[in-house]
């Protein structure tokens, strides 16, 4: 088999007594795009920053293109392409000054940085934007540009945190399909993301994180499958009815989930269970029936309660 690009073996992350990351494994093929899913605080920018070598390890393994992070970052950090979280561009340029200065951090001579940035501008559909300052950029053009930068070099891996922040829905789609394009042509892709259906969209395989420990790994549909039935379904009532009709609930789904607002109940049939609520003298105000999602499986594996 091929050595994955990425290795991760007992890898933890400390700060103090704090333990960020605690002791994950994983591995990350070439050619995939593989998910960190998490709640805040989970350790997905921790393992990150040590994939890209901008955080030691504290304890256990990881190889980069079978490399060592501790003594070999910089060979590391040539290969590969960085998409933070936050915009950093340099307003003061042009979008094609802003790849260009990026081009030359990677010793890339004049002619290369030239031919390499109009392909991505291309790629990018910032062509026509070559010559504008990065300010009054929308939000989605701005993360197109931080994109195409951190493709500047032709990386082997490129990491994507948390890419469409931010965005109108309009904007991450088009973000999406730059990203699908990239996954055609044989990227490997590393993404953090709170959006559910962006990790169905883009990942190949992804696992999730809570509380510094990897909890499940599995390709999206392989997670769904394992982690929830075929179908939810949504239940309102009016004020002050659900604790009152919960009892009633017993056994008319696979699971269920009592909150302030509404029942959800999870189920490998909607029909059967909507006729079993009317057989039970259960009238909800509202109903609603739709498939499982990868966010359903988020939950139940990480809970409702916010984590600031």
């Known amino acids: 088999m091929t050595e994955p690009l990425v290795q991760a073996r007992g890898l933890t992350k400390k700060f103090g007594d704090f333990v960020a990351v605690d002791a994950v494994d994983f591995d990350i093929a070439k050619g995939e795009a593989f998910g960190f899913l998490g709640p805040n605080g989970a350790g997905k920018t921790s393992t990150m920053k040590m994939i890209t070598t901008v955080s ?3 304890e256990g393994k990881l190889t980069v293109f079978g490399l060592d992070p501790k003594t070999e970052g910089r060979a590391i950090r040539q290969r590969l392409g ?4 936050e915009d950093n561009l340099d307003l003061e340029l042009t979008v094609a000054e ?3 200065v990026y081009g030359r951090y990677h010793d890339m001579g004049r002619a290369q940085i030239r031919a390499r940035s109009e392909e991505l501008l291309e790629f990018a559909q910032l062509s026509d934007r070559a010559k504008s300052k990065v300010e009054p950029l929308s939000g989605g053009m701005k993360r197109r540009l931080i994109i195409a930068r951190a493709l500047i070099n032709d990386p082997e ?3 994507l945190d948390e890419p469409t922040t931010g965005l109108d829905p309009q904007a991450r789609h088009l973000l999406w399909d730059r990203l699908y394009r990239l996954k055609q042509q044989g990227a490997t892709l590393i993404i953090t993301t709170h959006y559910m259906d962006e990790a169905e969209q883009l990942c190949d395989r992804l696992v999730v994180m809570d509380g510094g420990k990897i909890v499940a790994e599995g390709s999206p549909r392989h997670l769904i499958a394992q982690y929830a039935p ?4 949504e239940l309102r009532f009016a004020d002050g009815l659900v604790d009152a009709v919960a009892p009633k609930l017993e056994g008319v789904a696979n699971s269920s989930e009592i909150l302030a607002d509404r029942v959800i109940l999870y189920t490998d049939d909607a029909e059967a ?3 079993e609520l009317t057989v039970r003298d259960i009238h909800p105000e509202q ?3 739709r498939r499982s999602t990868l966010e ?3 939950l139940k594996l990480t809970g409702r309660r916010l984590i600031d």
């Open 56 to 58: 030691p390890i504290t």
């Open 82 to 85: 960085v998409v933070p979280q």
């Open 98 to 100: 802003n790849l260009y």
């Open 157 to 159: 891996l490129v990491i």
């Open 230 to 233: 075929r179908e939810v379904v």
């Open 273 to 275: 269970t909507q006729h």
């Open 287 to 289: 109903v609603m029936v």
């Open 296 to 298: 359903d499986v988020f």
